[in-house]
């Protein structure tokens, strides 16, 4: 959300954001982005990275029709996200898994989007919804089911000593890196979004469940407490705009205690608002 909300300050703007998508897709969009864009000097690209376990594949052939079809990139969040059980089984994990390779293919897209970024002369910045170098294990909220946390800390540069020659590549000085959004949405808990079961609603005796993902109010003190003033930018105060859809998402709230129905109800109602599929 923290990307449409920075949008509404350009008077152009495309988010290339694939929801689920990991490196490898996220990578390769920007690729695409960069491709079919004329990138000058006057334009910002922000890329926020994902998780290291998460597998993305693209065929042109969309899987259904109709305005929920799904895209041309075909992504489902992590490998042992309960929506990828069926396709991603143990002869596929035996096969084709292994931990060490993803965290590389994923360092690689990360390094060879920043050379590509830099040859535009464009300004842009990076972040990632945790700090990558604990693969996950940084991920304050993570439901069992999105199976995206390891059971154990880790940190990338001392467990797994073998990438150290990415580490100075990647984040140094030369590059706009900008505090991870996950942390920084999940250290205020009571400010994340809270949601009723999806199928029982009404039942007060089924705790509500935590989306991973920040409310659109943390979204807006990331952007204008964290990203902004990395790029440079005046973050003194918020647009008309961005104000009416932080009071519009507020009401939204207050009347739908379910994740769907709000989604739902935003998309809807948020003026100026339009999340549609970029791209191949």
Sequence with gaps: MWSDIFGLEFDHFENWGVSGGGNSCIANRVTECLVKNDITPDDIIVVQWSSHIRNDYHTFKYLTEGPDKEAGWKTKGSIFNYLNAEKYNKKWLDTFFDENSYVMLSLNAIHSTQLSLQATGCKWAMTSIGDFSKLGSDFIVDPASYAETPNYPVDLWNDKDLFLPYKDKIWNDKFIWVDPIGPFAWSRMDEMYWWTDAKYPDDKTIPLWCDPHPS??????????????????????????????????????????GLDPFGDLASKTLKNYTKSYRGY
């Design 216 to 257: 659109v109010n943390l979204s807006i003190d990331w952007l204008y407490n964290k990203l902004k003033p990395a790029l440079g930018l005046d973050n003194t105060k918020l647009t008309s705009q961005q104000l009416e859809w932080a009071k519009e998402c507020i009401i939204i709230k207050e009347q739908n205690s």
